[in-house]
């Protein structure tokens, strides 16, 4: 790993990406590292609302959750800048994309679907992955794959390990200019 000190953001850093592209652990690598403030949405909801987002889903509904992630962003849109993870379907509502993009720069971490798949396919935390086959994950990764890359300010490919996709996302935002 890269020799990364304490460092500042430009703007908060937001991570897309699919289901299991490791986003929340290489946003939780890189701002250990960095020792910036991070943000896993998902955590965050699932916290507030005291029970694992499948029960949210299930309980709730889909549109229900979208609501609090929106308004979550919100409100972390007028904070200082740091890292947020975001839930695969998070850039999916363009008002969503217009709040991360008023103060923060997405970066997409673009992992193959076959590695994704792996990663998430015992994962019984994972609502929209519990409830279709794999054929159907695959369409679902292609059809969303598009819209993270309309989105995206940044795509990097996230293949290895999570220490490898931090360092990875570390050099791009510093090459960028957003880490200072």
Known sequence: ?????????????????????????????????????RVDTDFIISK?????????????????????????????????????????????????VRICKKKGFILFLNVPFETVYERIRRNNKRPIANSKTKEELEELYNSRLISYREVADMEIIGEGSAEQTAEKIYEALKEKGIIK
């Open 1 to 37: 790993m890269i020799d990364m000190k304490k460092e500042a953001l430009k703007k908060t850093v937001y991570l897309c990406g699919f289901m299991g592209s490791g986003k929340s652990t290489a946003g939780m690598i890189l701002s250990k590292n960095l020792s910036l403030p």
């Open 48 to 96: 507030k609302e005291n029970m694992p987002i499948t029960e949210i889903f299930a309980k709730k509904g889909e549109e229900y959750f979208r609501k609090k992630e929106t308004r979550l962003l919100f409100r972390l849109s007028h904070q200082s800048s740091r890292i947020v993870s975001l839930g695969g379907g998070t850039v999916l509502r363009e008002k969503n």
